[in-house]
């Protein structure tokens, strides 16, 4: 089946590649981080049945 939509109005956007400050690659990054930083503290409380804070010592 053809696509009947011009190729002009079809959202093409360039890869996003590294730059200093606040921009959407930082961000990008920053939420990969954060969702590998979840799932460690995931396995963290899996493997050794302790919470984040009776691991750290402060419960």
Known sequence: MTDNIPAES???TAPIEPSFGWNTYAEL???????V???VLL???F????????WLGLR
């Not at 493997?47 to 009776?54: A, E, I, K, P, S």
């Open 10 to 12: 079809k959202n093409l």
């Open 29 to 35: 990054v920053n939420g990969r981080f954060a969702m």
């Open 37 to 39: 930083g979840f799932v």
């Open 43 to 45: 396995g963290l409380e």
């Open 47 to 54: 493997f050794t049945g302790q919470d984040l804070w009776t």
